[in-house]
């Protein structure tokens, strides 16, 4: 039997929460919509944030920042959380996607891929 439960994403009480934290922090704000924009349609919630001014956005997987560059374009910049696991690195720099780097042999990969623009992950042992 299917759910009646139903869910509504209100894009416009994003959208003022999207500028509430940039006015708050006085800094640009860096989506993070994983998971589908954690259940909430990644496309759609990037889509009115990229509207709303954000330009750089975080994903977990390589397949997630390939979907939303395909949704988005080639204007934001878009990191990948789970870095340049083996194997990666030929389709994030063909979606032109920047891996988030947490370990040598990932920095290693992308280096030899060409490298690039990328972020770095640094453990701090809180983990």
């Known amino acids: ?6 869910l509504s994403v209100d894009l416009s009480a994003l959208a003022r929460n999207f500028h509430t934290l940039e006015a708050l922090t006085g800094a640009p704000v860096h989506p993070v919509v994983k998971a589908d924009g ?18 750089t956005f975080f994903v977990a997987r390589t397949a997630e920042g390939v ?3 395909a949704a988005l374009g080639s204007t934001p910049e878009i990191y990948v959380l789970d870095g340049c696991l083996e194997g990666a690195a030929t389709e994030l720099r063909a979606a032109g996607l ?7 042999r990932q920095m290693q990969a992308w280096r030899e891929a060409g490298g690039g623009a990328c972020g770095g992950q640094i453990g701090t042992g809180m983990n």
Not at 38 to 55: F, N
Not at 98 to 104: G, Y
């Open 1 to 6: 039997m299917p759910s009646p439960a139903v």
């Open 67 to 69: 979907a939303l560059r």
């Open 98 to 104: 920047r891996p988030v780097l947490n370990h040598p």
């Open 38 to 55: 954690y259940g909430l349609g990644a496309d759609a919630c990037a889509g009115r944030l990229m509207a709303e001014g954000a330009r």
